[in-house]
């Protein structure tokens, strides 16, 4: 657990051993989403350090006693960063965790290397998604009760309730109700419309095109408005693509991590 001028925050870090041969890693979840459901990033991207955390309110966090907005949850990532002496990063988010590394990027440009933006769109002004799936969004039993979100994941989703869903159903932890509240209020009114041409690092923009919540639209206007994107379409993936396709995932996004920078430009 991390002190943050008063914002208890528990966090997660995934040292390499020896000299780390790549760029540190930020990574931000997406809405409700705990700190466990992120166990796999350390098979995906073995030879970096990654930092993430929950937000206040999520997992083992303390909700805070006010709402807060992106800018704020991004500064909080940056003092993190400060203090493991992460100069420079590469960041990735999903979903909710999308707008807020967009958010990142663009307040600490200077120390953002790459992004990636999985599953996730340009805020307020994104095409919404199916509204069975919105429904089941908001229905706590997909915290609560596991079978109620093994019956329902490929509505909730658009993946298959395979044996990669089981485990992220095991993992999941219910977020404080305010906690939840406040990552939909910070949400709300945000939209990265107004900065997003300033956000120039090299950007992998990955979608699903069975994405139920984020459809495949809201990937294609954020590669047409950040100034060196590219687009990669997972065909037959779902919202949690990261999870039920996670070797495929990881062999994309580590290659474009790879790439030299004049390459990727």
């Known amino acids: 657990m991390q002190d943050l001028d008063g914002v208890?925050?528990?966090?997660?870090?995934?040292?390499?051993?020896?000299?780390?041969?790549?760029?540190?890693?930020?990574?931000?979840n997406g809405i409700g989403a705990n700190l466990e459901l992120t166990l796999g990033l350390g098979d995906m991207f073995p030879d970096r350090e990654i930092l993430t955390f929950d937000v206040p309110g999520v997992g083992l966090s303390p909700v805070t006693q006010w709402p807060y907005r992106h800018w704020m949850a991004a500064r909080w990532a940056r003092k993190l960063a400060d203090r493991l002496g992460f100069e420079s990063v590469d960041v990735m988010g999903v979903s909710w965790g999308g707008a807020l590394a967009q958010q990142f990027a663009f307040q600490y440009r200077n120390r953002v290397n790459k992004l990636i933006l999985c599953a996730t769109s340009s805020g307020m002004t994104m095409?919404?998604?199916?509204?069975?799936?919105?429904?089941?969004?908001v229905d706590t039993r997909r915290y609560t009760d596991p079978e109620y979100m093994r019956e329902n994941f490929?509505?909730?989703?658009?993946?298959?309730?395979?044996?990669?869903?089981?485990?992220?159903?095991?993992n999941l932890?219910?977020?404080?109700?305010?906690?939840?509240?406040?990552?939909?209020?910070a949400f709300a009114g945000w939209s990265s419309l107004p900065f997003i041409r300033f956000v120039k690092m090299p950007t992998l923009v990955m979608m699903g095109d069975k994405d139920s919540i984020v459809p495949l639209v809201n990937g294609q206007i954020l590669t047409w408005a950040l100034p060196d994107a590219r687009l990669h379409v997972v065909e037959g993936g779902g919202h949690l693509f990261?999870?039920?396709?996670?070797?495929?995932?990881?062999?994309?996004?580590?290659?474009?991590?790879?790439?030299?920078?004049?390459k990727a430009a």
């Open 8 to 28: 208890m925050l528990r966090t997660a870090y995934w040292p390499v051993s020896g000299a780390a041969r790549e760029l540190p890693l930020v990574f931000f």
């Open 127 to 137: 095409i919404p998604g199916q509204p069975a799936s919105l429904s089941k969004m």
């Open 154 to 170: 490929a509505t909730l989703y658009g993946d298959m309730a395979d044996p990669s869903a089981d485990n992220h159903i095991g």
């Open 173 to 185: 932890l219910p977020p404080d109700p305010k906690g939840y509240l406040y990552q939909l209020l």
């Open 242 to 262: 990261l999870v039920t396709r996670a070797a495929e995932t990881a062999g994309v996004i580590n290659d474009f991590l790879k790439e030299p920078l004049a």
